[in-house]
T-cell receptor, first 114, second 112 residues
Framework: DTGVSQNPRHKITKRGQNVTFRCDPISEHNRLYWYRQTLGQGPEFLTYFQNEAQLEKSRLLSDRFSAERPKGSFSTLEIQRTEQGDSAMYLCASRSDGPYSPLHFGNGTRLTVT | SQQGEEDPQALSIQEGENATMNCSYK?????LQWYRQNSGRGLVHLIL?????REKHSGRLRVTLDTSKKSSSLLITASRAADTASYFC????????????FGTGTRLQVTL
């Protein structure tokens, strides 16, 4: 069971730098989600892909954030010109088709912006 | 924004006792799910209840759903130290079955 894989696990960057995170979903899952979680809070939805199409994007996602899923396999989330407020855990999840299939989460990438 | 809110925010019990967590949400849903998160890890799916179901069981877990009150509860029976984690409810809204919206979570501590 390969599960959902996220890299890196931890990222420390200086304010103003760009960062990119990678997510490898479960191979047969065509739906992929990015969430952000801050300490003591639940995950907040950022964006959603069905295959390679980005179908929904939260208003939380400013112009500095961009996500891609080329070829409908792995996905990347890039944050440009990072700010201290971007410090959080970034979680990726995938699921199969159907309204009742659960999300399978990776262990996240913890971003610290200094 | 958070769709649901869990209550209590934190719960501390002794091993062997039952733990009950509640979740309230705001709009009509397609289904409600419960997830567990150990510190520093991703979330793990526990159980899903559809909007036309009222109660569901899985092992030591029992979930109820009251759509008229827009609330759900998760009962963990005979708790173990390994149940120590944060528990989140998540809702899939009617008409938008693509994404889940999570609540704020209940932090459960089970002591020996």
């Amino acid at each position: 069971d390969t599960g959902v894989s996220q890299n890196p696990r931890h990222k420390i960057t200086k304010r103003g730098q760009n960062v990119t995170f990678r997510c490898d979903p479960i191979s047969e899952h065509n739906r992929l989600y990015w969430y952000r979680q801050t300490l003591g809070q639940g995950p907040e939805f950022l964006t959603y892909f069905q295959n390679e199409a980005q179908l929904e994007k939260s208003r939380l996602l400013s112009d500095r954030f961009s996500a891609e899923r080329p070829k409908g396999s792995f996905s990347t989330l890039e944050i440009q010109r990072t700010e201290q407020g971007d410090s959080a855990m970034y979680l990726c999840a995938s699921r199969s088709d159907g309204p009742y299939s659960p999300l399978h989460f990776g262990n996240g990438t913890r971003l610290t912006v200094t | 924004s958070q769709q649901g809110e869990e209550d209590p925010q934190a719960l501390s019990i002794q091993e062997g006792e039952n733990a009950t967590m509640n979740c309230s949400y705001k709009t009509s849903i397609n289904n409600l799910q419960w997830y567990r998160q150990n510190s520093g890890r991703g979330l793990v799916h526990l159980i899903l209840i559809r909007s036309n179901e009222r109660e569901k069981h899985s092992g030591r877990l029992r979930v109820t759903l009251d759509t008229s009150k827009k609330s759900s509860s998760l009962l963990i029976t005979a708790s173990r130290a390994a149940d120590t984690a944060s528990y989140f409810c998540a809702t899939s809204l009617t008409g938008t079955a693509s994404k889940l919206t999570f609540g704020t979570g209940t932090r459960l501590q089970v002591t020996l």
